[in-house]
């Protein structure tokens, strides 16, 4: 069986790290993920250095041919299912019984080709991921001891705010704004609906609200890199995690800040 190209098999596996970098991948799964893809190709000796934010990555046929590629990585977002479906491909890609092309030459076009269908998957509609985001903001604050009442006010704050967050971030934002922003948004709407609605208790409310903003993921990684001797990566995350609950802290404290200003 021929090799396929250098530069091609540089590419794949660049790309594999990318996607799974990108939807939230802990850093020593993007590189064993990106050696599996080299090695299923033909090519044992491969390099990769992996932070939250970009992708070094050298690629030798084992004479004089070398290949370096670097990726930044500037957008990332929670999806544990693309993860999951880049590494049963990459896994595939090793079997007898994969589904993919035998032919070597075959192979690839029909992984890239799966790779840019996995990429571009949105499994699951707006409205279910608004749904779910509400009913994430209203079992939080039952959690908390809240009402029924409070409940079904947590879980219309919750679908609003994960409708926002979409249209939020396209704008020319960083993250530390946008979980600014989303924060002052849900106090700002459970204080409004507090002059309308009686009896009900506020902390249990944004609580509710703001858990849907709690950066766990990114911390948990945080911890596995960390723990698996990756510590610029463990580092990165953990920092950012620090960032975003500063954040969302902010935003919080802030729009309270100013409705108490404001006599309410």
Not at 92 to 110: A, F
């Amino acid at each position: 069986m021929n090799k396929i190209n250098l530069q091609e098999c540089s590419k794949l596996a660049l790309e594999t790290g990318r996607i799974i970098l990108q939807s939230g991948g802990a850093t020593n799964r993007v590189e064993l993920m990106m050696r599996k893809v080299c090695e299923g190709f033909g090519y044992d000796d491969c390099e990769s250095f992996v932070t939250p934010t970009g992708i070094f990555f050298s690629l030798s046929d084992g004479e004089a041919n070398i290949t370096t590629r670097i990726k930044r990585i500037e957008n990332r977002r929670i999806d544990l299912g693309k993860i999951t479906q880049v590494s049963q491909l990459v896994n595939c890609l090793q079997s007898d019984k994969c589904h993919i092309m035998t032919h070597t030459q075959g192979r690839s076009k029909e992984f890239l080709k799966e790779l840019r269908r996995i990429d571009g998957e949105n499994p699951y509609p707006m409205w279910v991921t608004n749904l779910c985001g509400g009913a994430t903001s209203g079992f939080f604050c039952l959690l908390f001891g809240g009402s029924w009442t409070e409940f079904l006010i947590a879980f219309i704050i919750g679908i609003i705010i994960s409708a926002s967050l979409k249209y939020i971030s396209r704008l020319p934002v960083n993250n530390f704004l946008l979980n600014a922003i989303a924060s002052a948004l849900i106090v700002f709407l459970a204080k409004t609906i507090d002059t309308w609605v009686p009896n009900i208790r506020l902390d249990n409310i944004i609580i509710g609200g703001i858990m849907i903003l709690v950066p766990g993921l990114a911390l948990t990684n945080a911890i596995r890199d960390t723990m698996s001797g990756d510590l610029v990566s463990g580092t990165a995350r953990g920092v950012e995690a620090i960032i975003v609950t500063i954040a969302i802290v902010a935003g919080s404290g802030t729009m309270l800040k100013l409705w108490t200003l404001l006599g309410y």
